[in-house]
């Protein structure tokens, strides 16, 4: 195992971290060089890109601001911490923490997402976990079962199992969620005027919105609320 290894990155250099079990770190930092700790191996590759491979236990890999990473494990909790570029997280089991990324695309088989800032497009997808997002832009969402709460988003397509969804959106943006149970909440700025089109099998719906074509408003769900509100 290499215990710590710091490694010279060209610009731009691409992350790869592979492991097999237990939590994977990588932090954007003000620095030009890369920082591996717990990993079994590191090297730059010929490409320029930094690999790293871990069997099982913490790995932590602290590298520029903005770089972009891509990361694969079984099982265990990512974490992306500081300021990163494009990324891409691929785990068997395990939850995904991000702070601060320009475009994501995670994928894992169990477990939660925890998302603070995607600046582009956010790809998440669960097949049991709950979803939180703070802020993002075009947005891309699914769960097998688990609650949705998108804080900020330009536009987004979520598609629910059962738990609750909650979406705000941050101006005249298209949304389209399906749920198959679980109360749906929408809230846009006061005084938009989205199309709505909202259908449950078994639930009310209410919008408190005037109608119009600042962008287009789309729920349905076979059970539950469906909530339009403005804040």
Do not use: W, Y
């Amino acid at each position: 195992m290499v215990s710590a290894l710091t490694l010279e990155a060209r610009p731009g250099a691409v992350i790869r971290v592979m492991a097999r079990s237990g939590s994977v770190t990588v932090t954007g930092e003000d620095r030009s060089d890369v920082a591996v700790t717990g990993a079994r191996h590191a090297k730059v590759a010929d490409d320029g890109s930094i690999e790293v491979k871990a069997k099982s236990g913490s790995v932590s890999v602290q590298c520029p601001e903005g770089s972009d990473v891509i990361i694969g494990a079984n099982s265990g909790r990512v974490e992306l911490r500081g300021r990163l570029g494009d990324a891409r997280v691929t785990v068997g089991s395990g939850s995904v923490v991000v702070d601060h990324v320009e475009r994501l695309d995670a994928r894992t088989g169990s477990g939660s997402f925890d998302i603070g800032e995607c600046a582009g497009e956010c790809r998440l997808k669960t097949g049991s976990g709950g979803i939180d997002v703070t802020r993002a832009g075009e947005s891309d969402l699914a769960t097998g079962s688990g609650s949705v709460n998108l804080t900020l988003v330009d536009s987004a397509k979520v598609k629910a199992g059962s738990g609750k969804v909650e979406v705000g959106l941050a101006g005249a943006g298209d949304l389209d969620v399906k749920a198959m149970s679980g109360s749906v909440t929408v809230s846009v700025p006061r005084g938009a005027h989205p199309a709505a089109r909202l259908k449950t099998l078994s639930g009310d719906v209410r919008c408190d919105c005037a109608a119009g074509h600042e962008g287009e408003i789309k729920v349905k769900t076979l059970s539950g609320n469906i909530r339009v509100v403005e804040r």
